[in-house]
């Protein structure tokens, strides 16, 4: 079992910044795993945002987050980071963590999903 524990979620107004954490740990948590963010309004179908691969140094971003949003992760304490910038209204959403291999993960399949933490963006 895998559990994600996200954290840094709120409310912020239009064009401020917040960062997101997500610790990962469980016996089979693999530090091969990619990890991500997805995140889903009641408004909106669950929309990939940003992976980070095993080792940091390959990531992929959603055309709306591209620019604003960067993607981080810390093998030694297990934990992925989303430090977003420049946030709008349409950012408003509640975003999950999860983590799974990069392929999955980018295709809507990871392996686990964590509780989701809220962000609220007033204009």
């Known amino acids: 079992q895998v559990q994600l524990v996200e954290s840094g979620g709120g409310s912020v107004q239009a064009g401020g910044s917040l960062r997101l954490s997500c610790a990962a740990s469980?016996?089979?948590?693999?530090?091969?795993?990619?990890m991500g963010w997805f995140r889903q309004s009641p408004t909106k179908e669950r929309e990939f945002v940003a992976v980070v691969s095993w080792s940091g140094s390959d990531t992929i971003y959603a055309n709306s987050v591209k620019g604003r949003f960067t993607i981080s992760r810390d093998n030694a304490k297990n934990t992925a980071y989303l430090q977003m910038n420049s946030l709008k209204p349409e950012d408003t959403a509640v975003y999950y963590c999860v983590v799974g291999y990069g392929p999955d993960v980018v295709g809507g399949t990871p392996r686990t999903w964590g509780q989701g933490t809220q962000v609220t963006v007033s204009s």
């Open positions: 469980g016996p089979t948590f693999d530090n091969s795993y990619a």
